[in-house]
Structure formats: C-alpha cells, structure tokens
C-alpha cells in the first residue's frame, strides 16, 4: 500500500511530538497532545514528497473524558490521507488556531468553538457561526441537554442597535 | 374611400360634433370642454396600456422563456391583470415608521402623473394630438426628467437602505442617459426646422427618419430603455441587487401606481419614438393613421419587453462607460454628420 | 468649519432577501456601490442534522441526508451509505453500483445546471434560468418514476438501492442524454455568449491558485482556479475508475470560468452516464445487510465529489446501532470563505454573481 512511505513519515513525525500512530480502516491517525499541534500540522504539511498540505476537513468530537479536534489532511498533489487528532483537556479546552497555517480552518474553527466550545488561541474572528451570539450551551457535547422548545423558550432577545 | 375618411377621422368627427353642441364652438367653455375630455382619453390610455402591457408583457416574457404564462383565469388568461390589479386594490397601505410621510406618499403620485403629461402631446392621427405644442419634443423630454425626482424622493422617503441605493442609481442613470436621447433627436429636429411633432410627422410622408437617421434611432431605443429602467437597464429596480429600489417599501394601490407609471413611461418613449422615427400616423391606406400609429408603438414595446427577457443586466460602470464614452460620442457624431448632410443638400439643390 | 466625509453605508442583505440562495445573510459595508468589507453570517436554516444524527440510528438517517445539498440529493445518499458500508466493510451488487453512479451523475448535471440558471437569475437573465429549469424538470421526472419523489430522492440505501428504475426510465434517461448537446448549445447561445453577462463575470472576482488552496476550496470553483482535482479520479470510489472521462479545468480564476466549467462538467457527466447504461450488468440491487446494522468500534472518513465540492462523512461508531458522533464535511460551508476575500472592491452587483457562481446550498451550509 501507498501508506508504506507516508507511515515512516508519520511515525517520525510522531517522535517529535509524543503522539501515537494508529491505522483505522486503511488510514494512518495520528494522536497527540493539544499543545503539539501547530508542530504537528506543520510538520504533516512538510513531509518531504508526499506533502499532507490541504487541511481538509477541521471538526470537534466529544470523547467523553476530553474532547478531540479532528484534522482530515489531504493533498492535491498525491492519494496521501492524515487524520490527526488533538486531544483537549474538557476542563479548560483550549487549543491553538490553525488559521496561520491555512486560512480555510477559519470558518471550521469558529463551527468547533460554537458546538463544542473548544477554544482557539490566536483565530482572529472566534464567535459562534450557527447559533446566535448569547446562545447558552453547547449543541454538540454529549453533556448537552435536549429540551422541548417550550421547556428552553430559545427565543432570541434583540440586542438594541442591530 | 368616404367610408375609410370617416373611419380615419372618427375621433375628429366626433369632437367636431361635441363642439357643435356649443352655441360658438370655439368659445372658452367649447375649449374647457375638450381640453376636459383629452385629458380623460389620455387617463384612460395610461390605464389602459398599463393593464393591456401587464398581460402582454407576461405573455412575452412565457413565450421567449418557453413556458405558458399566465393562463388560468378567462380565456387563455386574459384576465389575470385584472385580478392582479383588483387585489392591489385591496392591499392595505403600509407607511414605514420611519418615512418622510409627505415625500413617501407624493412620489407615486408624480410618476403616475408624468407619462399622462407626456403622452398629451403625442399626435395620435392626423390633427389628433391632444394638445399641438410647437414646442413638442422640448416638452416631452423636460417633462420625462421630472420623474428622476421623483424616484430620489421615493428612494429617500423611504427611509431604506435598498430604496436610497436605488434612488441614488436612478440619479445616476437617468441624467446620463437623458443626454445621448436628447441629442439623438437633435438630428430629425435639424432637418425639420421644428420641435412641433405634428410638423415632424408631417415631414415624414415620403421616407421615415428610421431610414434617414438610423444611428439616432439606435441611440434613442438604447437610451429610451435606459431612461425608462427597463431591462437591460434596469438597475433601479434591480430585484437582484436592491430588492425593487425605490418601490421596497410601497405596498398596494401606491405601489401599483408606480407600475402604472412605468408601463405609462414606456408607452410615452414608445409613442415618441413611432413619432419622430416610424412616421407616426402615416401610412399607406386603407388602414387608418390611428391604427398605423398604434402598431408601431406596439412593435416598439415589443421589442422592449423582448430584449428584457433575454438580456443579463448591466453592470453599474459599464452602463456609465456606455453613456458616456459609446451613446454620446455617437449622438454627436450624428448631429454632426445631419449637419453635414444639411449643409452638402443645400449646396447641391441651390437653396 | 467641519470636513464633511462620505460615510460607508452598511446594508444587511439577507436572510430574506432575493438574491441569497435560501437563508444566507451578508453585511456589508459600501463606499458608494463598492464593497469594502463583508461579514457572512450563516445559520438561518441550522437544523442540527450532526446533533440529530446521534439519535438515530444508521438508516433512520439516510433521509436527513437529503436535506443537506437537497438539489443533488442522490450525493449525499451515496456519501452516507459508502461510508457506513466502509465502516462495516460490505460489498455492494455490481448493480447497484451502476445505478448509483447514474444517479449521481444525474444529479450533478440537475445541480450544475440550477447553478447556471440561478447565476443567470442573479444577473437577470430570466429567459436562461428558465431554459435550464426546463431541462432539469426532466431528471425530476426520472428521479419520480423511480423514487416517487422529484428533489429529495432517497433512493439508496446501507448496502444497496432502494428499487429498481422502472422499464419507462431507461428511454427517458436516453433521449435526455441524446438531447443534453443541445441543451448546452441554448445556455451558450442565451447567457455564456452574451455580451453583458461576459462582461459582468469575466475577471470578477479573482480566486488565485494558491488562495485556493489555502481555503480549502474543492470542487468546481478549485478546478475554475487551475487545479486539476477531483476526487473521482484522484482517489476513485465506488466504481469511477472504469469510466473513461476528464476531470474539465479552467485557469481564468474569475467568476466566468467558476460557471462555465459547469458546462463542461455537465459533458463529462454525459459520457459517464452513457457507459455506464452501456456497461450495467443485471442482477440484484441489494446486498445481505443484517437486520439491525451494528458497525464495529471504529471510525470512517469518506468523501465524494459532491457537484459543488467534497462532501465527506466522518463517523465515529462505539458499536452500538446509533453513530457517536457523525461530522459532515460540507464543502459549500468552506467554500463560501472565499466570498469576503474575493469580492472586496467590486460592486454590489458582482457580489451577488460572485455568490451566485459559489453555488452555495443553504441547506448544506447550514446543515
């Protein structure tokens, strides 16, 4: 398989930044640490080669005892596929924005703080995208509760001046 | 031929009898009289041609779209307009709280009026028109500039952002695009000697001025669609951009009265262009002036609402660049070439 | 005595507005009628699918799928149930497999072709909307003979089709695909050669290659910007790799070429949908699914393209008959970043063809 070459790759990357390589049905994940990864992306853009440098897809996943950010990497020059994962502390889920690297992780980011409430250090516009501003809660975390309508009365109060 | 005289007179015949009903047929009251009853005739053109291009207009647009178009209500839909129109009647009339009530309400108002004082001097047959102003052209096209006025105060007094916008692009199109249309018809005034449309239609007996103006023609069709915010012109109205400009806010009877006015616009630039290019009433029998004149204001406003439904619309500095460095240009390019032609005719026949 | 300024005028356009394609909103501030800066704002028709989807079991949310892109529907089915059927491993029936990609293809020529019409629409070009409506009435009319339902088709399922094409579906597939030459000839001769509408698109909102790139952008509005992409051929599912096609690139960068590669994508789709009616072998349509689908523990990343760009699912599974967590990957959503940087400076008018030539679907945006 074409994972040979882009496996050694990964497997050195994940040295450098304490993570894990697993293989999940054909693709290679890699784990780390939320602090690692800025190096870690930045790393995965850079593989000699076989670059890993169209971030595909950006998503929050809730893994009940911490949060997860999802990176799906691509790249339009190759067949390589990465998927890393970034673990985040529940308490205090903070991570650092990737807007740096590529600007198309602005809109996914501001989706995974306003359904998770993961927050990203350093994106320049963080505020929720589907919800409304003073929303309380957020949608996506299993600890979420679901109301009926009538329970929650989400109605929208207008803010004077809009 | 006394039969297709009467036919081609009726309308005379019967304000000669009118007149004949008063003991001095041209006393002040013979005239109030008249004058009464041409402006009746003109109201009833305006609202007329409104319903009547309403449906027509929907037919066109079904036909070069390739669908049916209206086609539920009367036979093969020919009442739509009528209910169209009896249920803006019905509508309530909604001020916005923040309008300037005065500006608001006189804007619809003013359009609506403006093709009725147009279209009164229109010769519709021979001896027909309404009013015979010697100053005929002049007229019409001042008259026609008062309605961008009228479009900034419903763009302002609405007190929207979209209706501003299209106030301002009104502004903007219809005082450029008025030069090019008023040079364009300099030319055919030129060779008349006259800004009398009855004198200009008179002058056309032999040759339409299409044929010997047919650059000014083109100008003032491309100008007159331009002037009355038609598409492709339409930027005004531009339900894409700015939702319906200045017409956002009105609901019902007024907002009704601005299609009245649009459709009474289009009728006017129409029946001015039949007049000065297409030989107005004239026409080779057995059909009447009447008739002639009518078709070929009918062909004109076909041809506008075909190149409406086909044409993308303009974008806003293309339509600058197009009035100001191709249409004038032009428009002055052909006063200059009439004058030419003027002068080398003179030369030759000796006058 | 005090410097009097022009102010800039901040219009909100949207959520209802004419021209915003379903529930979008924009505010944007203008200097006169050029736009210095917009703010998307998004979520008017958030339904929380990904939230309704972790209440639901596999199947339950096949037609929660449709209502995403719902003007090619057959995509998002397609993306669903490839990627369960990855997560458990199944073999779908040769059959099946063909008439998926008949019916996706379908759908990306239904797509691209409201595309062109609502592009025209947004400039004003009603008579071309109308033209390509008129055509695309004729996929409804395939989608209704076979799935009862002309937009939001619901025909595929975990492991298969839903049911066979009628015997009435087969000619009317062929004359509509002997008519499609046609079809583009009109849209070309009443809107792409249109003088006005070329000089409304042509250099208008420039998307350089790199930008592109570093946006995420997929799909059409990529391969308008000169990269040559597409997942059908760079990692081709399903069955794409025994058709023989072209993967249509343009290099103008502007909005011209973001629509006008939809014709030339609707061409490719054509040759696609011949050979597969020439190649489909007979035999059943539904594979052996259990009762009750239970994926294993695991998690599954799988994208298509989507006619307007990549749609991927990612699902995460604990092995129970409902998904932990399942992400969508919507390429319209990414896409639309690009409209406040490429429409900074031109007019209001442009900015609504500029979105126009987005092909957003408010419904996937929004998911």
Known sequence: MENKVLKE???????QVNGEVEEIIGELVLKVKASYVIETLKGAKSFPNIPCDFLHDLCGVDGVDHLEAVYQLTSLRGPQRLRVKAIIDRENPVIDSVTSIWQGANFLEREAYDMFGINFKGHPNLKRIYMWDDFEGYPLRKD??????????????????? | MDALNTINNVFLIIAAAIRSLFADPHSVWANLTMDVINFIIVVIIVVLAALILILLERKVAGWTSQRPGPNRLGPRGWFQTIADALKLMGKEDITPAGADKFIFKIAPMIIF?????????IPYGNGMAPINLDLGIFYFLAISAIST??????GWGSNNKYSLLGGMRAVAQMISYEIPLLFSLLGVVMITQSFNLGVIVEAQKTVPFILIQPLAFVIYIIAGLAEVNRAPFDLVEADQEVVAGPFTEYTGLRWGLFFLGEYGNMTAVSALAATVFLGGWQGPAPIPGWVWFWMKVGIIIFFMMWARWTFPRIRIDHLMHLAWKVLLPLSILNIFLTGLGIYIYRLVMGG | MTIEKTEELLLNMGPQHPSMHGLFRMVVNLEGETVTKIDPKMGYLHRGIEKLAESRTYSQFIPYTDRLDYLASPHNNWAY??????????????????????FGELARIASHQVCIASTALDMAGWSAWSYAFRDRE??????????????????MRIGGMSNEPPAEFWPALKSF???????????????????????????????????AENLSITGPCLRASGVNYDVRKAEPYSIYDRFDFNVPVRYGCDS???????????????????????????????????????????????RVENPKGELGFYIVSDGTTKPARLRIRAGTFINLQMLPIVSLGWKIQDVVAIFATLDAVLGEVDK
């Open chain 2, 149 to 154: 006025v009228a479009f900034v105060m419903a």
């Open chain 3, 81 to 102: 149930v490839q990627t369960v059927e990855k997560l458990m491993g199944l073999e779908i029936p040769e059959r099946a497999e063909y008439l998926r990609v008949i």
């Open chain 3, 138 to 155: 004729r996929i409804c009319d395939m989608y209704e003979m076979t799935a009862g339902s002309r937009l939001t088709v619901n025909n």
């Open chain 3, 256 to 302: 011209y070429d973001r629509t006008i590669i939809r014709m030339d994508e609707i061409v490719e789709s054509v040759k696609i949908i011949k050979q597969a009616v020439r190649d489909i072998p007979e035999g059943p349509i539904m594979a052996k699914v259990p009762k009750v689908i239970k994926p294993p523990v695991g998690e599954v990343y799988h």
């Open chain 2, 113 to 121: 009026s403006l093709p009725m004082m147009t279209l009164a001097v």
């Open chain 3, 177 to 211: 695909l002997d008519d499609t030459p046609e079809m583009l000839e009109e849209y070309n001769g009443i809107f792409f050669g249109n003088e006005i509408a070329q000089g409304r698109l042509k250099s208008v909102g420039i998307l350089s290659k790199e930008l």
């Open chain 1, 144 to 162: 979420y509760v679901t109301e009926p309508i009538e329970v929650r009365n989400i109605v929208r109060t207008r803010i004077e001046g809009e």
């Open chain 1, 9 to 15: 790759q990964v497997e050195k990357l994940a040295a």
